[in-house]
């Protein structure tokens, strides 16, 4: 593991994670339900771009997704202070030779956090399933593994609502020895396109 001390957005940190697999995208390899995920080759595809654009693919971000980025801060201070706990902020992680990284959005010891900031209807949802919704239950594992943590939590924020949801998620060892069995072929799968892309 190691971090890269980086402002998440600057130019330096779109550097260093530019053509690898992150953390935010882990399910279009490995489902919540530990499979192999239907947009893998979407997913290599955009990444084997990047790397040989040497810059960003356009991606879509709508006013929900801008609001949530906005409000982070905001949430990460009622987690401090509804669990006492100091959140150090990290630029990017990634494992020993590059090749996978993830943004938390904290760190503690001996966890980690993730926050969503949804619109109200969904923010509703996730309270009424009280638990880590299946759609990020990848990213979080995934960061648990990379971050090398016991469990990570998970938290729905909305600034107009009366309740929030916070809960923890441990880690799953099963789903992670799978998921990194398929993040090692995905990254084959990348170094051979780029072979081939190169040549």
């Not at 960003?56 to 709508?62: F, G, P």
């Not at 009280?130 to 600034?159: M, N, T």
């Not at 609502?161 to 799968?189: C, H, Y």
Request: net charge negative; glycine share 8%.
């Amino acid at each position: 593991m190691i971090t890269h001390d980086l402002e998440q957005g600057s130019e330096e940190w779109f550097a260093v994670r530019l053509g690898i697999p992150t953390a935010s995208r882990f399910a279009d390899i490995y489902t919540s339900t530990g499979k192999a995920a239907s947009g893998q080759d979407r997913y290599l595809h955009s990444l084997a771009a990047e790397w040989l654009m040497g810059g960003q693919v356009e991606t879509y971000q709508n006013e929900h997704m801008i609001r949530g980025n906005e409000l982070e801060p905001e949430a990460r201070s009622y987690y401090e202070f509804e669990t006492g706990l100091e959140v150090e902020q990290t630029g990017f992680i990634t494992t020993d030779d590059g090749m996978v990284g993830g943004s938390p959005d904290g760190l503690t010891e001996p966890k980690g956090l993730e926050i969503k900031c949804p619109t109200p209807q969904v923010h509703i949802e996730y309270l009424l399933r009280g638990k880590c919704p299946a759609k990020y239950y990848p990213q979080v594992q995934g960061l648990i593994w990379l971050c090398e943590r016991d469990s990570w939590d998970f938290l729905s924020y909305h600034p107009d609502m009366p309740k929030q949801l916070l809960v923890n998620v441990p880690r799953d060892d099963k789903w992670i020895e799978g998921f990194k069995a398929e993040l090692d072929k995905f990254t084959s799968k990348l170094l051979t396109m780029r072979e081939k892309l190169a040549a």
